[in-house]
C-alpha cells in the first residue's frame, strides 16, 4: 500500500537556520503530494502541495519539489522563525478513486528558538 | 478561508457510554469527509470516509460498529464513538473534501481543530 516517511524529529534549530525535513514515500501510480502543518492547539493545515513530477510547491518561505525519480518531497526554509514552530506532515493522496484519502507520515515537531 | 469546526473540543466520559462528535464546513458544502484518528506523538490514522446521502466506507481494522458516521447534509457529519471504551481515548480529527467552485478551490481537503476524547 501507500506509504510515507518522514526524518524522526524533534528537531530543533535556532532562528534564521535552514530547514530540511527529509520525506519519502511509496505508491502506485501517480500521487499528490502535500505538506501540511499542525501549530500548537489548531487542526492541521494544507502548508503547500504539487500535483505531478518535478513541479515545486512553496508557501510563506517554504518550498517542496516532487521527485519522482528519488520518490522525495523534502520541505525547506532558507531561514526558520520562532513562529514556525509547529508539526510537520507529508502527505500523499492517489488518483483514481481513492483521490482525496491521504496517507501521512508520521509527523516531525519542529522547535525554533530565538 | 474554508473553515471546519469539531464540536466539542474535549470530551470525557465514562467507560460503556456513547459520544458524539460533530463535524462542520461552515462556509462551503463537502460531499466527503474523512474521519482520522491521532495517538499521541503519532501519525493520522484514516478511520473511515463519509460520503453526504451514502453509507460510510471504513478503512481496513475499523469496527462500522463501534464508529458510527453520518452524514446527513452537505455541511454536517457525524462521529459517534458507541459504548467507549479506555483504549478508544484518542484524538478524532475531521476533514471535509470541497466541492470546486465552492471555496475557491478543487478538491482541497480542511481540517477541522480535533476532538480530545478521554475515557475513563
Known amino acids: 500500500g501507500d506509504s510515507v516517511t518522514q526524518m524522526e524529529g524533534p528537531v530543533t534549530l535556532s532562528e534564521e537556520a535552514f530547514l530540511t525535513i527529509n520525506c519519502t514515500y511509496t505508491?502506485?501510480?501517480?500521487?499528490?503530494l502535500f505538506w501540511y502543518v499542525q501549530y500548537p492547539g489548531e487542526g492541521l493545515q494544507l502548508l503547500l502541495k504539487?500535483?505531478?513530477?518535478?513541479d515545486k510547491g512553496s508557501n510563506k518561505g517554504f518550498e517542496a519539489t516532487y521527485r519522482k525519480e528519488t520518490t522525495s518531497f523534502h520541505l525547506e526554509k532558507g531561514s526558520v522563525q520562532v513562529s514556525d514552530s509547529a508539526v510537520y506532515f507529508c502527505?500523499?493522496?492517489?488518483?483514481?478513486?481513492?483521490?482525496?484519502?491521504?496517507?501521512f507520515g508520521q509527523g516531525t515537531i519542529l522547535t525554533v528558538h530565538p | 478561508g474554508a473553515v471546519v469546526s469539531q464540536h466539542p473540543s474535549r470530551v470525557i466520559c465514562k467507560s460503556g457510554t456513547s459520544v458524539k462528535i460533530e463535524c462542520r464546513s461552515l462556509d462551503f458544502q463537502a460531499t466527503t469527509m474523512f474521519w482520522y484518528r491521532q495517538f499521541p506523538k503519532q501519525s493520522l490514522m484514516l478511520m473511515a470516509t463519509s460520503n453526504e446521502g451514502s453509507k460510510a466506507t471504513y478503512e481496513q481494522g475499523v469496527e462500522k460498529d463501534k464508529f458510527l458516521i453520518n452524514h446527513a447534509s452537505l455541511t454536517l457529519s457525524t462521529l459517534t464513538v458507541t459504548s467507549a471504551h479506555p483504549e478508544d481515548s484518542s484524538f478524532y480529527i475531521c476533514?471535509?473534501?470541497?466541492?470546486?467552485?465552492?471555496?475557491?478551490?478543487?478538491?482541497?481537503?480542511?481540517f477541522g481543530p480535533g476532538t480530545r476524547l478521554t475515557v475513563t
Open positions: 505508491a502506485t501510480g501517480y500521487p499528490s
Open positions: 476533514s471535509a473534501r470541497s466541492i470546486p467552485g465552492t471555496s475557491g478551490g478543487s478538491y482541497e481537503q480542511y
Open positions: 504539487a500535483t505531478k513530477a518535478d
Open positions: 502527505a500523499l493522496t492517489a488518483g483514481g478513486t481513492s483521490y482525496g484519502k491521504l496517507t
